[in-house]
Antibody
Framework: QVQLVESGGGVVQPGRSLRLSCAAS????????LHWVRQAPGKGLEWVAF????????YFADSVRGRFTISRDNSKNTLYLQMNSLRVEDTAVYYC???????????????WGKGTTVTVSS | DIVMTQSPDSLAVSLGERATINCKSS????????????LAWYQQKPGQPPKLLIY???TRESGVPDRFSGSGSGTDFTLTISSLQAEDVAVYYC??????????FGQGTRLEIK
């Protein structure tokens, strides 16, 4: 079945780095844009980053731009989020999610992983 | 960036009654070329990822019960649950996906049983 599975979360000190992965299965990975969305403890959803189906277009929330990078390996059906210079306020559950449509227009998010928890603490 | 504002922040409705959640965008998310509103609604239950309910403001995702409906255009949108069921207790979010990112979410509305 269609599935996204995140990994790579953990506890890290402020200023350090972490790389999250999102393994996809059950669909044509290279046909869909993908996103990272995070949720701080007890808070709402925050959209974090976007990558187009072929990796040619990338966008970031202001809160992470310049510190986070997004990439994908379509041969491995895997999405990545490289997080550098981590801050306490980056503590959250990080979800990867798929754009609903493969047309490039519908970026509602129809498939979500269960999330991986990142805790930034000294 | 487009700011999404939901109201109310929380809502308590009796079983079988109608629940209405509003979402307002700081600028129009209606794309004139295709006449579509780039607005989605999600449901999130505790300990679970969000679930897509509605996209294009009013199109129900496959498998979503027909008691859920979306309406509105431009900057003002509504999610309606026509007859509240116990399993509908959740936090609901709107999200705009107009043009290029950032694709911002509303702050969420917590729906409870009265």
């Amino acid at each position: 079945q269609v599935q996204l599975v995140e990994s790579g979360g953990g506890v890290v000190q402020p200023g350090r780095s972490l790389r999250l992965s999102c393994a996809a299965s059950g669909f044509t990975f290279g046909a869909y844009a993908l996103h990272w969305v995070r949720q701080a403890p007890g808070k709402g959803l925050e959209w974090v980053a976007f990558i187009s189906y072929d990796g040619s277009n990338k966008y970031f929330a202001d809160s992470v731009r310049g510190r986070f990078t997004i990439s994908r390996d379509n041969s491995k059906n895997t999405l990545y989020l490289q997080m550098n210079s981590l801050r306490v306020e980056d503590t959250a559950v990080y979800y990867c999610a798929r754009s609903h449509g493969d047309s490039g227009y519908d970026h509602s998010l129809d498939v979500w992983g269960k999330g991986t928890t990142v805790t930034v603490s000294s | 960036d487009i700011v999404m504002t939901q109201s109310p922040d929380s809502l308590a409705v009796s079983l079988g009654e109608r629940a209405t959640i509003n979402c307002k965008s700081s600028q129009s998310v209606l794309y004139s070329r295709n006449n579509e509103n780039y607005l989605a609604w999600y449901q999130q239950k505790p300990g679970q990822p969000p679930k897509l309910l509605i996209y294009w403001a009013s199109t129900r995702e496959s498998g979503v019960p027909d008691r859920f409906s979306g309406s509105g255009s431009g900057t003002d949108f509504t999610l309606t649950i026509s007859s509240l069921q116990a399993e509908d207790v959740a936090v609901y979010y709107c999200q705009q996906y107009y043009n290029t990112p950032p694709y911002t979410f509303g702050q969420g509305t917590r729906l409870e049983i009265k």
